[in-house]
């Protein structure tokens, strides 16, 4: 891939980042007032719609973040295992048992956080899409199901992104 290529999707994932996040939080605060089961209801109202329709927008955006996050072989960072690499996360993680907090970037396991992150957004966003078009069959039901079970892994895992990234900026202002 050419560096003008590059340079723009390096570009594209950062200024995704904040839409995406705040998309994700708002979805996943206000997912305990929907009322959608198996159909959409007749009168789905403003919190139905609302988590509808930014699910519907988040999902392309997922799709691109992910895409752009991966460019310049950094696949190799947010998934290490894949390139087969155990040491750096391992390494990390004996660290952080000991109190000492892993570096950002790198194939550690901060990066390994962000590609499980990404995996689980796109897991979330794709069983959301599934349950929608499959609305009103026996199906919904367990594409709901799905989707419910991705959306709590990524809600995890966007908590200890969230902590993993504060304490990074904590170090970083005590240096």
Same mark, same amino acid.
């Given at each position: 891939?050419?560096? #003008? #290529?590059?340079?723009?999707? %390096?570009?594209?994932?950062?200024?995704?980042?904040?839409?995406?996040?705040?998309?994700?939080?708002?979805?996943?605060?206000?997912?305990?007032?929907?009322?959608?089961?198996?159909?959409?209801?007749?009168?789905?109202?403003?919190?139905?719609?609302?988590?509808?329709?930014?699910?519907?927008?988040?999902?392309?955006?997922?799709?691109?973040?992910?895409?752009?996050?991966?460019?310049?072989?950094?696949?190799? %960072?947010?998934?290490?295992?894949?390139?087969?690499?155990?040491?750096?996360?391992?390494?990390?993680?004996?660290?952080?048992?000991?109190?000492?907090?892993?570096?950002?970037?790198?194939?550690?396991?901060?990066?390994?956080?962000?590609?499980?992150?990404?995996?689980?957004?796109?897991?979330?966003?794709?069983?959301?899409?599934?349950?929608?078009?499959?609305?009103?069959?026996?199906?919904?039901?367990?594409?709901?199901?799905?989707? #419910?079970?991705?959306?709590?892994?990524?809600?995890?895992?966007?908590?200890?992104?969230?902590?993993? #990234?504060?304490?990074?900026?904590?170090?970083?202002?005590?240096?």
């Amino acid at each position: 891939m050419n560096t #003008a #290529a590059t340079g723009w999707m %390096e570009r594209t994932a950062e200024r995704l980042h904040l839409p995406i996040a705040l998309l994700s939080i708002w979805l996943l605060a206000s997912s305990p007032w929907l009322a959608l089961r198996r159909v959409i209801p007749s009168d789905p109202g403003f919190w139905n719609w609302n988590h509808m329709l930014f699910g519907l927008l988040l999902l392309p955006l997922a799709l691109l973040f992910f895409s752009c996050s991966l460019v310049q072989g950094r696949w190799r %960072e947010h998934f290490p295992w894949l390139a087969g690499n155990f040491a750096g996360p391992g390494r990390d993680l004996a660290g952080l048992l000991r109190g000492h907090l892993p570096g950002a970037g790198g194939a550690g396991l901060f990066s390994a956080l962000q590609g499980l992150l990404l995996l689980a957004l796109l897991a979330t966003a794709l069983t959301g899409l599934g349950w929608l078009l499959v609305e009103g069959s026996r199906a919904a039901l367990a594409w709901r199901e799905w989707h #419910a079970l991705c959306a709590n892994f990524f809600g995890a895992l966007l908590l200890l992104h969230t902590l993993a #990234a504060s304490a990074h900026l904590l170090n970083f202002l005590r240096d």
